[in-house]
């Protein structure tokens, strides 16, 4: 059986370079968009780190001089062997509240606009703001999200379940509620050269596929095999 991992990839300077649309150019666009989603019979959106951002989460792949209030990128600081800054505005995973545009991607699901939110991100930010899991593929797993290994039944938990010092050992330690299972849970989050969830990735490409709008927001598009979806 063939499996699907993510695979890291490095950024070059360039594509480390931040691009800022003048008002009119800025407006010019948005303008599209709203054309465009309304036009749009079956849109979805791909999100990345850095809607996160606002919430105070860091990215992974901004560079040193990022404008942005959270700094430079969790990879980004590892390579130049650096520490984030005093400065620099971040939050814990575990106090962020979702932003506004965690909210518009709510909105835009109640209104039927959106059918599905693919994303790369493990913040839990998407769950949290309300967003059902019927229109959600977190296709890098959720640090509050146990899996029982074996019935598959989830446990939405208020803090991290990841406790494995291992990169590639999941279990936490606990057990299934179900008395006639007990199976052991595992944290759901995905590393690289880990295999993705495999329904959460094919329901991701069969969105895609029948897709005639999507916005992505907030990734690179690097991340492979998650960067071939849009």
């Given at each position: 059986k063939k499996s699907i991992k993510m695979a890291?990839?490095?950024?070059?300077?360039?594509?480390?370079?931040?691009?800022?649309?003048?008002?009119?150019?800025?407006?010019?666009?948005?303008?599209?968009l709203v054309e465009w989603t309304r036009e749009s019979k079956?849109?979805?959106t791909f999100t990345g780190a850095g809607v996160s951002t606002g919430a105070g989460i860091p990215d992974f792949r901004s560079g040193m001089n990022t404008s942005l209030q959270t700094g430079p990128g969790v990879w980004e600081l590892r390579a130049n062997r650096s520490s984030r800054e005093q400065k620099h505005k971040v939050t814990s995973?575990?106090?962020?509240?979702?932003?506004?545009?965690?909210?518009?991607?709510?909105?835009?699901?109640q209104e039927g606009i959106m059918k599905c939110c693919v994303s790369q991100n493990t913040d839990g930010l998407h769950r949290r703001s309300g967003l059902p899991k019927s229109a959600l593929c977190e296709?890098?797993?959720?640090?509050?999200?146990?899996?029982?290994?074996?019935?598959?039944?989830?446990?939405?938990?208020d803090y991290s379940v990841r406790y494995a010092v291992g990169v590639h050992d999941h279990f936490t330690g606990k057990?299934?509620?179900?008395?006639?299972?007990?199976?052991?849970?595992?944290?759901?989050?995905?590393?690289?050269?880990?295999?993705l969830p495999e329904g959460e990735l094919q329901k991701s490409?069969?969105?895609?596929?029948?897709?005639?709008?999507?916005?992505?927001?907030?990734?690179?598009?690097?991340?492979?095999?998650?960067?071939?979806?849009?």
């Open positions: 890291h990839s490095a950024r070059k300077d360039e594509e480390k370079k931040e691009y800022f649309d003048s008002p009119d150019i800025l407006e010019k666009k948005v303008n599209q079956h849109m979805i995973t575990f106090k962020a509240i979702p932003t506004p545009t965690h909210m518009m991607f709510v909105k835009l699901q296709l890098h797993g959720n640090s509050n999200l146990e899996r029982c290994k074996k019935c598959g039944r989830e446990y939405l938990r057990k299934c509620d179900d008395p006639e299972c007990r199976g052991p849970l595992e944290d759901t989050i995905v590393n690289f050269g880990e295999n490409f069969d969105e895609a596929e029948i897709a005639d709008l999507c916005l992505v927001m907030g990734s690179s598009l690097t991340v492979t095999p998650a960067a071939n979806i849009p």
